[in-house]
């Protein structure tokens, strides 16, 4: 039987792309187009036994005075070594998360004329779709949209506000209860670096939030290609959670791709560019991917919790001295998002770029 192409919807000016909603009834024999194939991009051994147990913090002993103290230790030694872990007792209500569940898989049902109005506009990379930069762009396995969430004026008033009512108010429920979670543990990572003790406080209060929610649809051969390209996170922290626990997350650990296996009660939180940066690389912003599978289809929504506009990122003062200079340059928050945005998202190369080469001042701004 001839094999049949999948279909795309591609906006007029091909800066946006959206897999095909025909993609839930894929027929087995359909060949997977080839600006979707990947299988040389990462040649990376993917472990496939004695898969290492992703590392636990419980928030309930990271805020208890009796256990704290060994919690705090944990969570640094796995923010070196791991750079991600699962978080669990983390108290966000499991009526919320259902809901929320179930209001994702809601919105990716919809008909794509629907998501479609909120797809990304030229020039912006806010929106439902994948910005396409050069016809050369191998795809993504994945739908998704991507919008700033806070400061609230700096949202879209076509994203946010059109997104169907019910979504919209949970996700703002649900942002709210991430919001304290994540000011929580950056209260922890401060006190885990030995910062002073107001500096993340200052840092991430009324930060820059965004959130991306995805959905990877089944494909038929789901070994050629990913459903999200290998990145770091340009974030302080990312806390991901899987929409109905079909799992795919891989993580990369001493050039190795780990699957992530996790309690689905857990959040996952990864540490992103930032916190390498600010912790002067002491912390590892991890690179992950997601893969999909043959059979099942797969959603995640992702928060991401940054600085607030007006500071400035760079490496902590309270951990520079002689024996410790500073690793990585110096950026204007504004100026370091509107970097991030101008590039496709592709393995650790902001957080590198952002590194000082020998013989480079350590003040300059990204350029
Ligand atoms: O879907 C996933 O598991 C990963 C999502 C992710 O890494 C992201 O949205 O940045
Ligand atoms: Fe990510």
């Excluded at 809601?106 to 439902?128: A, C, I, T």
């Excluded at 009324?206 to 999200?228: F, I």
């Amino acid at each position: 039987m001839a094999s049949q192409q999948v279909g795309l919807i591609t906006s007029s000016d091909h800066l946006v792309l959206s897999i095909n909603e025909e993609l839930r009834k894929l027929d087995p024999k359909i060949k997977v187009p080839e600006r979707f194939i990947r299988v040389s991009q990462d040649p990376a051994p993917v472990l496939g036994t004695s898969i290492p147990a992703i590392p636990t913090v419980d928030m309930k002993k990271l805020v208890s005075e009796d256990t704290k103290d060994f919690e705090v230790e944990k969570l640094h030694s796995i923010c070196i070594e791991w750079g991600l872990f699962q978080l669990v007792n983390h108290g966000v209500s499991s009526s919320l998360v259902e809901k929320l569940n179930d209001e994702i898989e809601g919105f990716f049902k919809l008909p794509v004329e629907e998501k479609m109005n909120l797809k990304v506009r030229p020039g912006d990379v806010e929106g439902f779709g994948t910005v396409v930069r050069s016809d050369e762009q191998r795809l993504d396995w994945g739908d998704r949209v991507y919008m700033i969430i806070n400061p609230i004026h700096r949202r879209k008033p076509y994203l946010f506000p059109e997104l169907p009512s019910s979504l919209r108010e949970t996700l703002e429920a649900y942002i709210l209860e991430l919001q304290r979670l994540a000011m929580t543990l950056f209260d922890y990572l401060g006190k885990a670096l030995m910062l002073e003790k107001e500096e993340m406080g200052e840092l991430f209060e009324d930060g820059m939030q965004s959130v991306r929610m995805t959905y990877y649809p089944p494909c038929p051969q789901p070994e050629l290609v990913v459903g999200l390209t290998p990145h770091s996170d340009a974030t302080g922290i990312t806390i991901l959670h899987q929409v109905n626990g079909v799992e795919g997350l891989q993580m990369k650990k001493d050039g190795v791709w780990i699957p992530v296996s996790f309690r689905p009660d857990s959040f996952i939180v990864n540490i992103g560019d930032i916190l390498e940066i600010l912790s002067n690389g002491v912390y590892n912003s991890v690179e992950h991917r997601a893969t999909v599978n043959s059979t099942k289809e797969r959603m995640s929504v992702a928060l991401f919790f940054n600085p607030k506009f007006e500071a400035e990122v760079g490496p902590s003062n309270t951990l520079l001295n002689p024996n410790n200079p500073p690793l990585f340059r110096r950026v204007a928050m504004e100026k370091y998002v509107k970097d991030f945005f101008s590039r496709s998202l592709n393995g650790r190369t902001y957080v590198e770029h952002m590194r000082i080469k020998p013989g480079q001042a350590g003040n300059t701004t990204s350029s």
